[in-house]
T-cell receptor, first 114, second 111 residues
Framework: NAGVTQTPKFQVLKTGQSMTLQCAQD?????MSWYRQDPGMGLRLIHY???????DQGEVPNGYNVSRSTTEDFPLRLLSAAPSQTSVYFC?????????????FGEGSRLTVL | TQLLEQSPQFLSIQEGENLTVYCNSS?????LQWYRQEPGEGPVLLVT?????EVKKLKRLTFQFGDARKDSSLHITAAQPGDTGLYLC???????????FGKGTSLLVTP
């Protein structure tokens, strides 16, 4: 089973450029989320979705956009990249609702903004 | 605001030693989860504790949830190099979706 697949694994952007981080899961999970991980900061929630067509903001949503048109896909869009968005981004999905559901994470997308 | 404080931040020990990692908060959580993350990979769930005072064992790992559901600990007996990784605690509350993660404890076990 593929689980949660993120692409690309590595990306370098220039300030002001836009891009989309892709996330797909094949487990038919209703819940999906995006986190960023920075050194010494742990994982911080950017956006999440509780089902197709339903999204909401997390702790650090500014500069990011999401949509959920299908159960499988949850792309994260950077509208105008800034150096502060240099980070490792993780997509996660879960079947059981919060707060006890197990999060299944992708392998991460490492983004560098110059 | 960091709701979950983990200590220690770094831990380097030799194979065979015992260790304890702590996860503390001033907030009450419905559950606490422990994840382990290896370099270049996403976190993987080790355990979920939901009842105050609960103790769960996973081979050489023992997890405890505090009676007041504000803290948790992870104890590893006879650590092995394969235990090396970043250990993250994560707290869930019924209000909203926010799963709060601690900053993690980076563990290195040398042969």
């Amino acid at each position: 089973n593929a689980g949660v697949t993120q692409t690309p694994k590595f990306q370098v952007l220039k300030t002001g450029q836009s891009m989309t981080l892709q996330c797909a899961q094949d487990m038919n999970h209703e819940y999906m989320s995006w986190y960023r991980q920075d050194p010494g900061m742990g994982l911080r929630l950017i956006h999440y979705s509780v089902g197709a067509g339903i999204t909401d903001q997390g702790e650090v949503p500014n500069g990011y956009n999401v949509s959920r048109s299908t159960t499988e896909d949850f792309p994260l869009r950077l509208l105008s990249a800034a150096p502060s968005q240099t980070s490792v981004y993780f997509c996660a999905s879960n079947r059981v609702p919060y707060p006890t559901g197990e999060l299944f994470f992708g392998e991460g997308s490492r983004l560098t903004v110059l | 605001t960091q709701l979950l404080e983990q200590s220690p931040q770094f831990l380097s020990i030799q194979e065979g030693e015992n260790l304890t990692v702590y996860c503390n908060s001033s907030s009450v959580f419905s559950s606490l989860q422990w994840y382990r993350q290896e370099p270049g990979e996403g976190p993987v769930l080790l355990v979920t504790v939901v009842t105050g005072g609960e103790v769960k064992k996973l081979k050489r790992l023992t997890f405890q949830f505090g009676d007041a559901r504000k803290d948790s600990s992870l104890h590893i007996t006879a650590a092995q190099p394969g235990d090396t990784g970043l250990y993250l605690c994560a707290g869930g509350r019924n209000s909203g979706y926010a799963l709060n993660f601690g900053k993690g404890t980076s563990l290195l076990v040398t042969p």
